[in-house]
T-cell receptor, first 112, second 113 residues
Framework: DTGVSQDPRHKITKRGQNVTFRCDPI?????LYWYRQTLGQGPEFLTYFQNEAQLEKSRLLSDRFSAERPKGSFSTLEIQRTEQGDSAMYLCASSWVESEQYFGPGTRLTVT | AQSVTQLDSHVSVSEGTPVLLRCNYS??????LFWYVQHPNKGLQLLLKYTSAATLVKGINGFEAEFKKSETSFHLTKPSAHMSDAAEYFCVVKPSGTYKYIFGTGTRLKVLA
């Protein structure tokens, strides 16, 4: 089963450090989404790619967050100068055009 | 502004009894609406979706939802709960003209033996 994969699954970092997460979508999917989920909340939309183009980005996303999808396949999400408030589960999802989103298992980030 | 409200953070039902998880949405234009389920330590899975076709939508595992435009609601139901239905359920709205999916805060369903 070649579903959406995310790496790493867990990341512990110290405040002020930079972190990068990777998402590998289902191979034929052209759409890719990043979400953030904190305890007791639903996933919060961060950004959306169609192929390699970043078409939508949440206004809640600060300048410390950046995402790329250089060849329209895998994507990376980088957080610079991490803060304790960045501690959350970061989810990636992919889909083909308007079809169902398939979610990855997430990367749990803990900022100490 | 578009938003989605799940009216109950926790719902408990006995096994074999009906399930009702309530969701209200706010959206400027005709949205797409979804229900997702998240089992512990598992990824989010789509239960069903409404995209302006039939107002009564059937999903997996016996779940269904009815789109009521006049009430701006999209409640999730199941006639008979099973122990395996215990999970977190999210109502999601995707306003037309955007790629943004807006999740509710979730309803945790507990099924009692």
């Amino acid at each position: 089963d070649t579903g959406v994969s995310q790496d790493p699954r867990h990341k512990i970092t110290k405040r002020g450090q930079n972190v990068t997460f990777r998402c590998d979508p289902i191979s034929e999917h052209n759409r890719l989404y990043w979400y953030r989920q904190t305890l007791g909340q639903g996933p919060e939309f961060l950004t959306y790619f169609q192929n390699e183009a970043q078409l939508e980005k949440s206004r809640l996303l600060s300048d410390r967050f950046s995402a790329e999808r250089p060849k329209g396949s895998f994507s990376t999400l980088e957080i610079q100068r991490t803060e304790q408030g960045d501690s959350a589960m970061y989810l990636c999802a992919s889909s083909w055009v308007e079809s169902e989103q398939y979610f990855g298992p997430g990367t749990r980030l803990t900022v100490t | 502004a578009q938003s989605v409200t799940q009216l109950d953070s926790h719902v408990s039902v006995s096994e074999g009894t009906p399930v009702l998880l309530r969701c209200n949405y706010s959206s400027s234009y005709s949205p797409s609406l979804f229900w997702y389920v998240q089992h512990p330590n598992k990824g989010l899975q789509l239960l069903l979706k409404y995209t302006s076709a039939a107002t009564l939508v059937k999903g997996i595992n016996g779940f269904e939802a009815e789109f009521k435009k006049s009430e701006t609601s999209f409640h999730l139901t199941k006639p008979s709960a099973h122990m395996s239905d215990a999970a977190e359920y999210f109502c999601v709205v995707k306003p037309s003209g955007t790629y943004k999916y807006i999740f509710g805060t979730g309803t945790r369903l507990k099924v009692l033996a």
